[in-house]
Protein backbone atom coordinates (compact mmCIF):
# COMPACT_ATOMS: atom_id res chain seq x y z
CA UNK A 1 0.00 0.00 0.00
CA UNK A 2 2.39 2.40 -1.32
CA UNK A 3 1.01 5.29 -3.01
CA UNK A 4 0.80 3.70 -6.46
CA UNK A 5 -3.17 3.86 -7.45
CA UNK A 6 -3.63 0.42 -8.22
CA UNK A 7 -6.73 -0.39 -6.43
CA UNK A 8 -10.35 0.97 -6.75
CA UNK A 9 -10.11 3.37 -4.00
CA UNK A 10 -6.69 4.38 -3.06
CA UNK A 11 -5.38 6.69 -0.31
CA UNK A 12 -2.36 8.49 -0.38
CA UNK A 13 -1.12 10.38 2.53
CA UNK A 14 -4.20 11.78 3.42
CA UNK A 15 -4.45 14.32 6.20
CA UNK A 16 -7.76 15.97 7.62
CA UNK A 17 -9.15 17.87 10.80
CA UNK A 18 -11.97 18.58 12.50
CA UNK A 19 -10.32 22.08 13.50
CA UNK A 20 -7.68 21.54 15.81
CA UNK A 21 -8.22 17.72 16.17
CA UNK A 22 -6.77 15.72 13.77
CA UNK A 23 -9.19 12.56 12.67
CA UNK A 24 -7.41 11.40 9.86
CA UNK A 25 -3.21 10.56 10.39
CA UNK A 26 -1.36 9.91 6.68
CA UNK A 27 -3.85 7.35 6.03
CA UNK A 28 -2.39 5.03 2.73
CA UNK A 29 -4.89 2.16 2.00
CA UNK A 30 -5.36 0.25 -1.24
CA UNK A 31 -8.82 -1.75 -1.60
CA UNK A 32 -9.27 -4.21 -4.71
CA UNK A 33 -12.19 -4.12 -6.64
CA UNK A 34 -14.54 -6.81 -5.71
CA UNK A 35 -12.88 -6.70 -2.17
CA UNK A 36 -14.73 -6.73 1.39
CA UNK A 37 -12.80 -4.81 4.22
CA UNK A 38 -14.22 -4.69 7.53
CA UNK A 39 -13.13 -1.12 9.23
CA UNK A 40 -12.75 -1.26 13.33
CA UNK A 41 -10.82 0.36 16.17
CA UNK A 42 -12.45 2.95 19.26
CA UNK A 43 -14.77 5.55 18.53
CA UNK A 44 -13.16 8.20 17.44
CA UNK A 45 -10.41 6.17 16.13
CA UNK A 46 -11.65 8.08 12.81
CA UNK A 47 -13.13 4.92 10.48
CA UNK A 48 -16.55 6.53 9.99
CA UNK A 49 -14.58 9.94 8.62
CA UNK A 50 -12.39 7.66 6.51
CA UNK A 51 -15.36 5.93 4.97
CA UNK A 52 -17.20 9.14 4.22
CA UNK A 53 -13.99 10.72 2.98
CA UNK A 54 -14.52 7.93 -0.14
CA UNK A 55 -18.22 8.81 -1.08
CA UNK A 56 -17.09 12.63 -0.31
CA UNK A 57 -19.93 13.65 2.60
CA UNK A 58 -16.38 14.72 4.00
CA UNK A 59 -13.48 15.79 2.20
CA UNK A 60 -10.25 15.37 3.19
CA UNK A 61 -7.63 18.33 3.56
CA UNK A 62 -4.01 16.86 2.44
CA UNK A 63 -3.05 14.09 0.05
CA UNK A 64 -4.71 11.82 -2.72
CA UNK A 65 -7.90 10.28 -3.01
CA UNK A 66 -8.52 7.90 -5.92
CA UNK A 67 -12.24 6.64 -6.57
CA UNK A 68 -12.43 4.58 -9.46
CA UNK A 69 -10.15 6.24 -11.54
CA UNK A 70 -10.89 9.53 -10.30
CA UNK A 71 -8.83 11.47 -8.69
CA UNK A 72 -10.08 13.44 -5.79
CA UNK A 73 -7.69 16.66 -4.67
CA UNK A 74 -8.25 17.94 -0.82
CA UNK A 75 -11.72 19.95 -0.64
CA UNK A 76 -12.95 18.77 -3.64
CA UNK A 77 -16.46 17.02 -4.28
CA UNK A 78 -17.38 14.74 -6.31
CA UNK A 79 -17.77 15.33 -10.00
CA UNK A 80 -21.54 14.49 -11.37
CA UNK A 81 -20.94 11.26 -13.24
CA UNK A 82 -19.81 9.34 -9.54
CA UNK A 83 -22.87 10.75 -7.61
CA UNK A 84 -24.65 7.21 -6.61
CA UNK A 85 -21.91 5.21 -8.30
CA UNK A 86 -21.01 4.64 -4.68
CA UNK A 87 -23.64 3.61 -2.11
CA UNK A 88 -23.45 4.20 1.53
CA UNK A 89 -25.48 2.49 4.43
CA UNK A 90 -26.48 4.16 7.50
CA UNK A 91 -26.42 3.19 11.22
CA UNK A 92 -29.78 4.99 11.88
CA UNK A 93 -31.06 3.33 8.34
CA UNK A 94 -32.14 6.74 7.47
CA UNK A 95 -35.03 5.87 5.45
CA UNK A 96 -37.42 8.75 4.22
CA UNK A 97 -40.07 8.19 6.37
CA UNK A 98 -42.49 10.15 4.13
CA UNK A 99 -42.36 7.30 1.41
CA UNK A 100 -43.60 4.09 1.24
CA UNK A 101 -40.38 1.30 0.77
CA UNK A 102 -41.02 0.95 -2.90
CA UNK A 103 -40.94 5.19 -3.32
CA UNK A 104 -37.42 4.73 -1.28
CA UNK A 105 -36.29 2.21 -3.63
CA UNK A 106 -37.46 3.83 -6.68
CA UNK A 107 -36.52 7.86 -6.12
CA UNK A 108 -33.21 7.83 -7.33
CA UNK A 109 -33.71 5.29 -9.86
CA UNK A 110 -36.37 7.70 -11.52
CA UNK A 111 -34.57 10.99 -10.94
CA UNK A 112 -31.03 10.23 -11.17
CA UNK A 113 -30.08 7.14 -14.07
CA UNK A 114 -33.80 8.41 -15.69
CA UNK A 115 -35.45 5.19 -15.51
CA UNK A 116 -39.27 4.75 -15.96
CA UNK A 117 -41.16 4.05 -13.55
CA UNK A 118 -42.25 0.41 -14.27
CA UNK A 119 -38.50 -0.37 -15.15
CA UNK A 120 -37.63 1.20 -11.38
CA UNK A 121 -40.43 -1.07 -9.51
CA UNK A 122 -39.03 -3.99 -10.85
CA UNK A 123 -36.07 -3.39 -10.02
CA UNK A 124 -36.49 -2.18 -6.88
CA UNK A 125 -38.79 -5.59 -6.45
CA UNK A 126 -35.91 -7.56 -7.44
CA UNK A 127 -33.85 -6.41 -4.66
CA UNK A 128 -36.58 -6.13 -2.08
CA UNK A 129 -36.86 -10.11 -2.74
CA UNK A 130 -32.91 -9.92 -2.23
CA UNK A 131 -33.29 -8.62 1.43
CA UNK A 132 -36.06 -11.13 1.50
CA UNK A 133 -39.05 -8.47 2.61
CA UNK A 134 -40.54 -8.15 -0.81
CA UNK A 135 -44.42 -8.25 0.77
CA UNK A 136 -43.14 -4.86 2.62
CA UNK A 137 -43.34 -3.28 -0.39
CA UNK A 138 -45.87 -0.71 0.34
CA UNK A 139 -45.46 -0.43 4.20
CA UNK A 140 -44.24 2.75 5.44
CA UNK A 141 -40.70 2.83 7.10
CA UNK A 142 -42.15 3.42 10.78
CA UNK A 143 -44.11 0.12 10.27
CA UNK A 144 -41.02 -1.81 9.95
CA UNK A 145 -38.71 -3.03 12.72
CA UNK A 146 -35.04 -2.15 12.59
CA UNK A 147 -33.90 -4.86 10.73
CA UNK A 148 -36.42 -4.69 8.02
CA UNK A 149 -35.49 -1.02 8.04
CA UNK A 150 -31.84 -1.55 7.40
CA UNK A 151 -32.68 -4.01 4.99
CA UNK A 152 -34.48 -1.85 2.85
CA UNK A 153 -32.10 0.75 3.17
CA UNK A 154 -29.42 -1.85 1.77
CA UNK A 155 -31.89 -2.84 -1.07
CA UNK A 156 -32.20 1.10 -1.52
CA UNK A 157 -28.24 1.19 -2.25
CA UNK A 158 -28.22 -1.53 -4.89
CA UNK A 159 -31.06 -0.45 -6.67
CA UNK A 160 -28.45 2.73 -8.19
CA UNK A 161 -26.57 -0.62 -9.11
CA UNK A 162 -23.32 0.92 -6.92
CA UNK A 163 -19.86 -0.66 -7.73
CA UNK A 164 -18.86 0.57 -4.19
CA UNK A 165 -20.80 0.03 -1.46
CA UNK A 166 -19.61 1.50 2.36
CA UNK A 167 -21.37 0.46 5.91
CA UNK A 168 -21.17 2.73 8.58
CA UNK A 169 -21.97 0.44 11.60
CA UNK A 170 -24.47 -0.65 10.06
CA UNK A 171 -26.07 -3.14 12.68
CA UNK A 172 -25.04 -0.57 16.20
CA UNK A 173 -28.47 0.99 16.24
CA UNK A 174 -30.32 -2.47 15.99
CA UNK A 175 -31.22 -4.74 19.09
CA UNK A 176 -29.44 -8.18 19.07
CA UNK A 177 -31.76 -10.48 17.86
CA UNK A 178 -32.01 -8.05 14.64
CA UNK A 179 -28.31 -7.93 13.89
CA UNK A 180 -27.85 -11.52 12.29
CA UNK A 181 -30.37 -10.66 9.32
CA UNK A 182 -28.52 -7.89 8.33
CA UNK A 183 -25.20 -9.26 8.38
CA UNK A 184 -26.72 -12.39 6.54
CA UNK A 185 -27.95 -10.09 3.69
CA UNK A 186 -24.40 -8.04 3.91
CA UNK A 187 -22.70 -11.92 3.49
CA UNK A 188 -24.83 -12.73 0.72
CA UNK A 189 -23.63 -9.30 -1.63
CA UNK A 190 -19.64 -10.55 -1.21
CA UNK A 191 -20.92 -12.75 -4.31
CA UNK A 192 -21.75 -10.10 -6.64
CA UNK A 193 -18.40 -8.52 -6.51
CA UNK A 194 -19.45 -5.35 -5.16
CA UNK A 195 -16.28 -3.59 -3.58
CA UNK A 196 -17.31 -3.04 0.54
CA UNK A 197 -16.23 -1.57 3.45
CA UNK A 198 -17.84 -2.08 6.10
CA UNK A 199 -17.35 0.06 9.47
CA UNK A 200 -18.31 -2.93 12.41
CA UNK A 201 -17.50 -4.20 15.53
CA UNK A 202 -19.06 -7.26 14.62
CA UNK A 203 -15.71 -9.68 14.48
CA UNK A 204 -17.31 -12.78 13.94
CA UNK A 205 -18.67 -11.30 10.62
CA UNK A 206 -15.32 -9.77 10.83
CA UNK A 207 -13.85 -13.06 10.70
CA UNK A 208 -16.18 -15.06 8.23
CA UNK A 209 -17.17 -12.47 5.63
CA UNK A 210 -14.45 -10.23 5.14
CA UNK A 211 -11.06 -10.31 3.16
CA UNK A 212 -9.02 -8.04 5.20
CA UNK A 213 -9.87 -6.38 8.37
CA UNK A 214 -8.06 -2.99 9.10
CA UNK A 215 -7.61 -1.33 12.62
CA UNK A 216 -7.52 2.35 13.41
CA UNK A 217 -6.90 3.95 16.08
CA UNK A 218 -6.26 8.12 16.74
CA UNK A 219 -7.16 8.53 12.98
CA UNK A 220 -4.00 6.37 11.83
CA UNK A 221 -3.85 2.42 10.34
CA UNK A 222 -2.50 0.74 12.89
CA UNK A 223 -2.60 -2.76 10.93
CA UNK A 224 -4.23 -4.42 7.97
CA UNK A 225 -4.41 -8.19 7.92
CA UNK A 226 -6.31 -10.67 6.77
CA UNK A 227 -9.16 -11.97 9.15
CA UNK A 228 -7.28 -15.09 10.50
CA UNK A 229 -3.87 -13.42 10.93
CA UNK A 230 -6.00 -10.24 12.89
CA UNK A 231 -7.59 -12.19 15.63
CA UNK A 232 -5.45 -14.95 15.90
CA UNK A 233 -1.98 -13.39 15.53
CA UNK A 234 -2.47 -9.79 15.33
CA UNK A 235 1.01 -8.12 15.32
CA UNK A 236 0.22 -4.48 17.46
CA UNK A 237 0.26 -4.13 20.92
CA UNK A 238 -2.99 -1.52 20.49
CA UNK A 239 -4.57 -4.42 17.64
CA UNK A 240 -4.29 -6.59 21.20
CA UNK A 241 -5.57 -4.30 23.13
CA UNK A 242 -8.67 -3.88 21.15
CA UNK A 243 -9.34 -7.25 20.39
CA UNK A 244 -9.65 -8.11 24.46
CA UNK A 245 -11.34 -5.39 24.95
CA UNK A 246 -14.00 -5.98 22.55
CA UNK A 247 -14.38 -9.78 22.43
CA UNK A 248 -14.86 -9.12 26.17
CA UNK A 249 -17.57 -7.77 26.08
CA UNK A 250 -19.27 -9.62 23.41
CA UNK A 251 -22.55 -11.41 24.53
CA UNK A 252 -21.86 -15.10 25.04
CA UNK A 253 -24.55 -16.50 22.94
CA UNK B 1 -63.99 9.95 5.77
CA UNK B 2 -64.00 7.93 9.09
CA UNK B 3 -61.25 10.15 10.26
CA UNK B 4 -63.72 13.26 9.71
CA UNK B 5 -66.52 11.45 12.31
CA UNK B 6 -63.68 10.65 14.66
CA UNK B 7 -62.80 14.31 15.11
CA UNK B 8 -66.15 15.12 15.40
CA UNK B 9 -66.75 12.70 17.83
CA UNK B 10 -69.49 13.54 20.68
CA UNK B 11 -66.80 13.55 23.38
CA UNK B 12 -64.15 16.01 21.53
CA UNK B 13 -67.45 18.02 20.32
CA UNK B 14 -68.01 18.38 24.45
CA UNK B 15 -64.49 18.73 25.39
CA UNK B 16 -62.71 21.32 22.32
CA UNK B 17 -66.13 22.93 21.56
CA UNK B 18 -68.41 22.91 24.37
CA UNK B 19 -66.42 26.16 26.30
CA UNK B 20 -66.27 28.35 23.36
CA UNK B 21 -70.33 27.78 22.64
CA UNK B 22 -70.74 29.22 26.32
CA UNK B 23 -68.37 31.66 26.14
CA UNK B 24 -69.86 33.27 22.97
CA UNK B 25 -73.35 32.86 24.40
CA UNK B 26 -72.41 34.68 27.48
CA UNK B 27 -70.51 37.02 25.34
CA UNK B 28 -74.09 37.57 23.26
CA UNK B 29 -76.02 37.80 26.20
CA UNK B 30 -73.88 40.53 27.67
CA UNK B 31 -73.55 43.05 24.08
CA UNK B 32 -77.48 42.56 23.75
CA UNK B 33 -77.71 43.66 27.33
CA UNK B 34 -75.71 46.16 26.95
CA UNK B 35 -77.15 47.88 24.09
CA UNK B 36 -80.71 47.77 25.19
CA UNK B 37 -79.30 49.77 28.18
CA UNK B 38 -78.09 52.43 25.31
CA UNK B 39 -81.06 52.36 23.30
CA UNK B 40 -79.72 50.80 20.47
CA UNK B 41 -82.58 49.22 17.95
CA UNK B 42 -81.11 46.03 16.51
CA UNK B 43 -82.06 45.33 12.90
CA UNK B 44 -80.75 41.48 11.90
CA UNK B 45 -83.77 41.46 9.92
CA UNK B 46 -82.00 43.47 7.29
CA UNK B 47 -78.81 42.25 7.11
CA UNK B 48 -79.51 38.79 5.21
CA UNK B 49 -79.53 41.11 1.89
CA UNK B 50 -75.63 42.46 2.46
CA UNK B 51 -74.87 38.89 1.81
CA UNK B 52 -77.31 37.80 -0.72
CA UNK B 53 -79.81 39.71 -2.60
CA UNK B 54 -82.66 37.81 -4.69
CA UNK B 55 -84.32 40.07 -7.63
CA UNK B 56 -86.16 39.05 -10.51
CA UNK B 57 -85.86 35.62 -9.86
CA UNK B 58 -82.59 35.54 -9.97
CA UNK B 59 -79.92 35.28 -6.89
CA UNK B 60 -76.84 37.96 -6.45
CA UNK B 61 -73.92 38.64 -4.31
CA UNK B 62 -74.22 41.61 -1.51
CA UNK B 63 -71.71 43.38 -0.85
CA UNK B 64 -70.41 41.20 2.37
CA UNK B 65 -70.12 38.01 0.40
CA UNK B 66 -68.30 40.09 -3.18
CA UNK B 67 -65.94 41.35 -0.08
CA UNK B 68 -65.23 38.04 0.86
CA UNK B 69 -64.53 36.91 -1.98
CA UNK B 70 -62.21 39.81 -2.49
CA UNK B 71 -60.33 39.29 0.83
CA UNK B 72 -59.96 35.32 0.25
CA UNK B 73 -58.51 36.39 -3.19
CA UNK B 74 -55.98 38.57 -1.75
CA UNK B 75 -55.44 36.10 0.97
CA UNK B 76 -55.20 33.18 -1.28
CA UNK B 77 -52.32 34.61 -4.33
CA UNK B 78 -50.15 36.26 -0.84
CA UNK B 79 -50.22 33.31 0.94
CA UNK B 80 -48.87 31.71 -2.30
CA UNK B 81 -46.35 34.62 -2.87
CA UNK B 82 -45.71 34.55 0.96
CA UNK B 83 -44.33 31.05 0.40
CA UNK B 84 -42.05 31.12 -1.94
CA UNK B 85 -40.70 34.36 -1.27
CA UNK B 86 -40.09 32.67 2.63
CA UNK B 87 -39.04 29.87 1.67
CA UNK B 88 -36.46 31.78 -0.73
CA UNK B 89 -35.37 34.01 2.28
CA UNK B 90 -34.88 31.07 4.70
CA UNK B 91 -32.46 29.09 2.20
CA UNK B 92 -30.72 32.25 1.34
CA UNK B 93 -29.81 32.91 4.84
CA UNK B 94 -28.60 29.31 5.84
CA UNK B 95 -26.85 29.48 2.33
CA UNK B 96 -23.08 29.77 2.10
CA UNK B 97 -22.69 33.13 -0.26
CA UNK B 98 -22.26 36.03 2.01
CA UNK B 99 -24.17 38.44 -0.11
CA UNK B 100 -27.01 36.22 0.11
CA UNK B 101 -27.28 36.29 3.93
CA UNK B 102 -27.22 39.72 3.67
CA UNK B 103 -29.79 40.21 1.57
CA UNK B 104 -31.84 37.97 3.46
CA UNK B 105 -31.16 39.52 6.68
CA UNK B 106 -31.90 43.19 5.24
CA UNK B 107 -34.88 42.28 4.13
CA UNK B 108 -35.89 40.31 7.34
CA UNK B 109 -35.06 43.27 9.79
CA UNK B 110 -36.50 46.30 7.29
CA UNK B 111 -39.55 44.55 7.08
CA UNK B 112 -39.65 43.28 10.73
CA UNK B 113 -39.10 46.54 12.26
CA UNK B 114 -41.31 48.87 10.12
CA UNK B 115 -45.44 49.30 10.31
CA UNK B 116 -47.33 46.91 7.96
CA UNK B 117 -49.49 50.17 7.30
CA UNK B 118 -46.57 52.32 6.52
CA UNK B 119 -44.80 49.24 4.26
CA UNK B 120 -48.32 49.40 2.34
CA UNK B 121 -48.59 53.52 1.94
CA UNK B 122 -45.37 53.43 0.63
CA UNK B 123 -46.16 50.42 -2.14
CA UNK B 124 -49.26 52.92 -3.00
CA UNK B 125 -47.84 55.92 -3.02
CA UNK B 126 -44.25 55.64 -3.74
CA UNK B 127 -43.32 52.16 -5.34
CA UNK B 128 -46.42 51.23 -6.87
CA UNK B 129 -46.49 54.31 -9.28
CA UNK B 130 -43.15 54.02 -10.02
CA UNK B 131 -43.62 50.01 -11.08
CA UNK B 132 -46.83 50.58 -12.66
CA UNK B 133 -48.55 48.48 -10.13
CA UNK B 134 -52.31 48.49 -9.97
CA UNK B 135 -53.93 48.25 -6.24
CA UNK B 136 -54.61 44.73 -6.06
CA UNK B 137 -51.36 44.12 -7.04
CA UNK B 138 -49.90 46.41 -4.66
CA UNK B 139 -51.71 45.10 -1.97
CA UNK B 140 -51.25 41.72 -2.21
CA UNK B 141 -46.75 42.57 -2.67
CA UNK B 142 -47.23 44.35 0.24
CA UNK B 143 -48.65 41.85 2.20
CA UNK B 144 -46.67 39.00 1.17
CA UNK B 145 -43.37 40.71 1.73
CA UNK B 146 -44.80 41.56 4.97
CA UNK B 147 -45.57 37.82 6.23
CA UNK B 148 -43.18 36.25 4.16
CA UNK B 149 -40.01 38.00 6.71
CA UNK B 150 -41.59 35.92 9.26
CA UNK B 151 -42.90 33.20 8.01
CA UNK B 152 -39.12 32.83 6.53
CA UNK B 153 -38.03 32.41 10.21
CA UNK B 154 -40.30 29.53 10.96
CA UNK B 155 -38.67 27.82 7.75
CA UNK B 156 -35.64 28.71 8.91
CA UNK B 157 -36.04 26.82 12.08
CA UNK B 158 -37.45 23.77 10.16
CA UNK B 159 -34.39 23.37 7.87
CA UNK B 160 -32.16 23.89 10.86
CA UNK B 161 -33.70 21.25 12.62
CA UNK B 162 -33.97 18.50 9.76
CA UNK B 163 -32.37 15.63 10.48
CA UNK B 164 -29.14 15.54 8.49
CA UNK B 165 -28.73 12.14 7.93
CA UNK B 166 -31.62 12.18 5.61
CA UNK B 167 -29.42 15.00 3.28
CA UNK B 168 -26.62 12.46 3.52
CA UNK B 169 -29.16 9.38 2.51
CA UNK B 170 -30.36 11.51 -0.55
CA UNK B 171 -26.44 12.96 -1.65
CA UNK B 172 -25.23 9.36 -1.44
CA UNK B 173 -28.18 8.07 -3.68
CA UNK B 174 -26.91 10.53 -6.14
CA UNK B 175 -29.76 12.80 -5.82
CA UNK B 176 -29.15 16.26 -7.09
CA UNK B 177 -29.44 19.38 -4.42
CA UNK B 178 -32.59 20.16 -5.68
CA UNK B 179 -33.99 16.97 -6.12
CA UNK B 180 -33.26 16.71 -2.30
CA UNK B 181 -34.58 19.97 -1.32
CA UNK B 182 -38.16 18.92 -3.58
CA UNK B 183 -38.39 15.21 -2.55
CA UNK B 184 -36.69 14.72 0.45
CA UNK B 185 -36.38 17.87 2.65
CA UNK B 186 -39.62 20.29 1.51
CA UNK B 187 -42.35 17.46 2.14
CA UNK B 188 -40.85 16.32 5.77
CA UNK B 189 -40.26 19.93 6.95
CA UNK B 190 -43.77 21.16 5.00
CA UNK B 191 -45.53 18.70 7.84
CA UNK B 192 -43.49 19.21 10.52
CA UNK B 193 -44.32 23.18 9.77
CA UNK B 194 -47.81 22.95 9.43
CA UNK B 195 -49.03 24.12 12.69
CA UNK B 196 -47.21 27.17 12.75
CA UNK B 197 -47.55 27.73 9.37
CA UNK B 198 -51.27 28.02 10.16
CA UNK B 199 -50.83 30.54 12.23
CA UNK B 200 -49.35 32.72 9.96
CA UNK B 201 -51.95 31.81 6.84
CA UNK B 202 -54.52 33.03 10.02
CA UNK B 203 -52.74 36.28 10.40
CA UNK B 204 -52.26 36.74 6.45
CA UNK B 205 -56.46 36.88 6.53
CA UNK B 206 -56.73 38.63 9.38
CA UNK B 207 -54.01 41.17 8.17
CA UNK B 208 -55.39 41.38 4.48
CA UNK B 209 -58.16 43.86 6.14
CA UNK B 210 -55.37 46.71 6.10
CA UNK B 211 -56.25 46.83 2.21
CA UNK B 212 -59.35 48.60 2.87
CA UNK B 213 -57.05 52.09 3.26
CA UNK B 214 -55.81 51.57 -0.14
CA UNK B 215 -59.96 51.03 -1.10
CA UNK B 216 -59.89 48.11 -2.15
CA UNK B 217 -63.53 46.47 -1.71
CA UNK B 218 -62.93 43.75 0.61
CA UNK B 219 -64.73 42.65 3.37
CA UNK B 220 -63.84 45.22 5.55
CA UNK B 221 -64.42 47.81 3.19
CA UNK B 222 -67.73 46.59 2.16
CA UNK B 223 -68.51 46.46 6.04
CA UNK B 224 -67.43 49.98 6.48
CA UNK B 225 -69.39 51.43 3.69
CA UNK B 226 -72.74 49.64 4.51
CA UNK B 227 -72.59 51.15 7.50
CA UNK B 228 -71.94 54.54 6.41
CA UNK B 229 -75.12 54.52 4.40
CA UNK B 230 -77.49 52.57 6.64
CA UNK B 231 -76.11 52.86 10.36
CA UNK B 232 -76.10 49.37 10.92
CA UNK B 233 -72.51 49.71 13.07
CA UNK B 234 -73.33 46.89 15.77
CA UNK B 235 -75.14 44.43 13.33
CA UNK B 236 -72.47 44.76 10.19
CA UNK B 237 -69.19 44.79 12.63
CA UNK B 238 -70.44 41.39 14.19
CA UNK B 239 -70.82 39.93 10.90
CA UNK B 240 -68.04 41.23 9.34
CA UNK B 241 -65.96 40.07 12.34
CA UNK B 242 -67.98 36.58 12.47
CA UNK B 243 -67.05 35.64 8.80
CA UNK B 244 -63.22 36.46 9.38
CA UNK B 245 -63.68 34.03 12.14
CA UNK B 246 -65.58 31.57 10.27
CA UNK B 247 -62.83 31.31 7.97
CA UNK B 248 -60.25 31.21 9.97
CA UNK B 249 -61.25 28.62 12.25
CA UNK B 250 -62.29 26.50 9.06
CA UNK B 251 -58.85 26.86 8.02
CA UNK B 252 -57.18 25.69 11.33
CA UNK B 253 -59.85 22.78 11.44
CA UNK B 254 -58.72 21.84 8.00
CA UNK B 255 -54.70 22.19 9.07
CA UNK B 256 -55.64 20.04 12.08
CA UNK B 257 -57.63 17.09 10.11
CA UNK B 258 -54.20 17.09 8.08
CA UNK B 259 -51.86 16.82 10.87
CA UNK B 260 -53.74 14.39 12.31
CA UNK B 261 -53.84 12.41 9.02
CA UNK B 262 -50.16 12.61 8.73
CA UNK B 263 -50.19 10.56 11.91
CA UNK B 264 -51.76 7.48 10.09
CA UNK B 265 -49.72 7.55 6.95
CA UNK B 266 -46.69 6.89 9.16
Not at chain 1, 71 to 91: D, E, R, S, Y
Not at chain 2, 103 to 127: C, K, W
Request: charged share 20%.
Amino acid sequence: MNGDFKGVINFNKVNKWFGEFQVLRDIDLSIQKGECIVLCGPSGSGKSTLIRCINRLETHDQGLIEIQGVLLAPGKTFPNNLLGKIGMVFQDFNLFPHMTVLNNLTLAPIRNLKLAREEAEQIALTYLERVHIRDQANKYPDQLSGGQQQRVAIARALCMKPEILLFDEPTSSLDPEMIREVLDVISELTEDGITMVCVTHEMGFARKVSDRVIFMDHGEIVEVAKPSDFFDRPNQERTKTFLNNILHYEPSS
Amino acid sequence: MSCLFRYLSIKRFLSSWLIPVVIIGLLTFLVSRGAENINYQWQWYRVGEFLIQFDKGEWFAGPLLKGLLITLKISLLSLLLTLVLSLSTAILRLSSSIVGRGLARGYLELIRNTPLLIQLYLMYFVFGPILGWDKMTTAIISLSLFQAAYTSEIFRAGLRAFNRGQIEAGLSLGLSRTDNYRYIILPQVFRQMLPPLTNEAVSLIKNSSIVSVIAIFDLTTQGRNIIAKTFLTFEVWLMVAAIYLIITLTLSLIASMVERRKVFMK
